[in-house]
């Protein structure tokens, strides 16, 4: 196979550095990667030749209010779309944008293929991401594919966001009320992978990418607890739970919110080990 020549925008990013490094050494060459910021470098960089761009900048993980939400808008969906429009000139043929399970609005329960992405009307984040999607499609044709990729939280080695949230959560619970909740989650490798795999294929559509395992979160915190050389106690009480939903971060963390019979990373063919 060719070397496929992608253009990453979002330097520094975790998802950007983590996919740099992982097709550089998984893909044997075959995917080769360049990284760039999504200020200024970007503007003046050269897109013609590659093969795909992949847009990875993104606001996240800060306390949304009517203030900031500008911010959302202006990186999640303008950057975005004028990343996109310079690449469709340079004739890129392909364009990956990393979305969110956000889309869908949903802060518990089950996402089906019943269900059609309807943000919170106070998520920007989610919002934004949306409308960035949207635009994208309309951009598409025969010569300019477009995936919109959805992941669920992506945890791994210092990882930001709810997976950091989780955490620092886990410092306090040596005994871990369990209310067998299910989560749909990805290992940072095993999204790297699927990026590969969806690059590799010039697939276009959304795609819903997750571990093939769902995470339940009181085993989670364990895990993470005996990483750090801690003992945990797991326990059944429903009702501490219920109790403990008072605190928003408590509430989100032991919430079930899981993808199913959606495109997932069981659906392509990834090299990334499964956690």
């Keep these: 196979m060719n070397e496929m020549k992608v253009l990453i925008v979002g330097k520094n990013s975790f998802i950007g550095e983590n996919f740099f490094k992982f097709a550089g ?3 044997h060459g075959v995917i080769s990667s360049v990284i760039v910021d999504s200020f200024e470098e970007w503007k003046t960089h050269n897109f013609e030749n590659y093969s795909a761009v992949i847009f990875v900048a993104g606001i996240a993980h800060r306390k949304q209010k009517k203030s900031n939400a500008h911010e959302y808008f202006a ?29 869908y609005g949903k802060k518990e329960g089950e996402i089906s293929a019943n269900n059609e992405p309807n943000p919170r009307h106070n998520d920007y984040y989610g919002t934004s991401k949306f409308y960035a999607e949207n635009a994208l499609k309309i951009m598409e044709t025969e010569a300019f594919k477009v995936a919109n990729v959805r992941p669920p939280m992506v945890y791994g ?3 930001p966001g709810k997976y950091r949230t989780l955490e620092k959560l886990s410092k306090f619970f040596p005994l871990v009320p369990n209310n067998r909740n299910k989560r749909s989650i990805i290992y940072i490798d095993n999204l790297c992978a ?4 969806i690059i590799l294929l010039r697939s276009s ?40 939903s008072v605190f928003p971060p408590i509430k989100t963390a032991f919430a079930t919110l899981y993808y199913s019979g959606l495109d997932s990373s069981n659906d392509l063919s990834t090299e990334g080990e499964q956690k």
Excluded: W
Aim: aromatic content about 8%.
């Design 157 to 159: 080695p210092n990882c």
């Design 75 to 103: 990186v999640n969906r303008d950057l975005a779309v004028a990343v996109a429009e310079k690449s469709k000139n340079a004739n890129v043929p392909h364009f990956v944008y990393l979305s969110s399970m956000a889309v």
């Design 205 to 244: 559509g959304e795609f819903c990418p997750q571990d093939k395992q769902y995470a339940n979160t009181a085993e989670l915190i364990k895990k993470i607890r005996t990483e750090n050389g801690k003992k945990t106690r797991i326990f059944n009480a429903r009702p501490l739970i219920t109790l403990l």
């Design 194 to 197: 699927f990026l590969c795999a």
């Design 25 to 27: 050494i998984k893909t």
